[in-house]
């Protein structure tokens, strides 16, 4: 009678830290009324948004010298990286560069253009709800408490790896408009930015402030936080233009035949291209970029140079970490695709700045 109560009380101690911890991590899926606007999109069907293409996990077919296993393991004891880094503190930054890119990791960046500050897919801490998961092997070059004065948040998508509910609560009494995709504002909402300072984009909806549009564009992939969210929100990739500069930022993609073609023929070239190169596999082919198809994005959006992103610093994939940005270096190299790797925190200054081959 006694062990049971010993358990009984450890269940309602895991139930009280999961309501109270895990819960809000997970946001809030839209309502029918929130989705309203979408109902006729061609990518829209009985309540979710459409992949373009299939997205399917077959373990059997997982690829890779770890195994599913291994893999899985990794998601609670990561491998810790000591990668070369910059610190970053808030006097780090000054008036924002007509161009420039610091990385923070994984699929997070800085980016300077049309003299504003923007951020994508800010996660600094692990990627996952719980926080024993999913961990970096690289902590970030800056603090939450040192995030420079941001105008723009660019989120892709909802998975836990680009957006964290630390991160936004951090930003949610600033200024900063958070650009989000379709059906994503309300758990925005949800975790206290002001609704007016969120603006949604559908593919090939623009926000314009000063000398910067933003535009949402076509991407190949999935969203979900929980059990029954699955595609419920969409996801983006985007294109940033001043006036005389021109940025693309990927987010989350697998390839497909048409939408980097359009995006390099509607808005390009691009001085840079933030392009996700890492987390494919063969078990899940339509997910993520392949190396070779990263390059090919590059080559499509007409990227007068290309930074990888979504890499390096969480193991979503069973390969060494950095046999992804050797693979997309060589092949780069190869078809003559100018391919850069800041440093962690570096501040980079595309066509200006040389990279080293730092990862090797």
């Known amino acids: 009678m006694k062990m049971l109560k010993i358990l009984f009380l450890l269940l ?7 309501v109270f911890f895990v819960w809000p991590q997970l ?3 839209p309502t029918e009324q929130d989705l309203r606007p979408y109902a006729e999109k061609p990518y829209f069907k009985d309540g979710r948004f459409v992949p373009p293409k299939n997205m399917s996990v077959h373990s059997e077919k997982m690829t890779g010298s ?3 296993m291994a893999f899985l393991l990794s998601a609670f004891f990561p491998e810790k990286l000591n990668l070369p880094r910059e610190t970053l503190h808030a006097d780090s930054f000054g008036t924002p560069a ?10 997070s960046f800085i980016l ?7 951020l994508t897919d800010p996660v600094l801490g692990n990627a996952a709800p719980i926080p024993f998961m999913f961990g970096r092997r690289a902590d970030a070059p800056l603090k939450r408490s040192d995030i420079p004065q941001t105008d723009i948040v660019l989120i892709s998508h909802n998975h836990y790896d680009h957006l964290e509910r630390s991160t936004v609560r951090a930003l949610k009494n600033t200024d900063a408009v958070f650009i989000v995709p379709a059906g994503l504002g309300r758990t925005l909402r949800g975790w206290g930015v002001k609704p007016q300072n969120i603006r949604e984009l559908d593919w090939g909806d623009s926000f314009q402030t000063d ?6 564009v076509p991407a190949s992939h999935y969203t979900g936080r929980n059990g029954w969210d699955k595609n419920k929100t969409h996801w983006n990739g985007y294109v940033l233009q001043s006036k005389d500069k021109r940025a693309y930022f990927s987010g989350d993609t697998g390839y497909e035949e048409t939408f980097f073609k359009q995006i390099g023929q509607e808005y390009g070239p691009f001085d840079v291209a ?3 190169i ?3 596999n063969e078990g899940w082919p339509n997910l993520h970029l392949f190396p070779h198809q990263a390059v090919r994005v590059a080559q499509e959006t007409r990227a007068k140079e290309m930074i990888p992103a979504h890499w390096g610093v969480f193991n979503l994939a069973a390969h060494p970490w950095n046999e992804s940005v050797k693979t997309t270096a060589r092949l780069a190299q190869e078809q003559n695709v100018k391919f850069s790797t800041p440093k962690l925190g570096e501040k980079f200054l595309p066509g200006e700045t040389v990279s080293s081959r730092w990862w090797e």
């Open 27 to 29: 946001g809030s899926a």
């Open 278 to 280: 890492d987390a494919w």
């Open 98 to 107: 007509p161009l420039a890119v610091y990385w923070l990791g994984h699929s």
């Open 211 to 216: 000398n910067l549009t933003v535009t949402a």
């Open 12 to 18: 309602l101690l895991f139930l009280g830290w999961a």
């Open 274 to 276: 933030l392009i996700e």
């Open 66 to 68: 770890s195994g599913m």
């Open 112 to 118: 300077e253009i049309g003299g504003k500050r923007l």
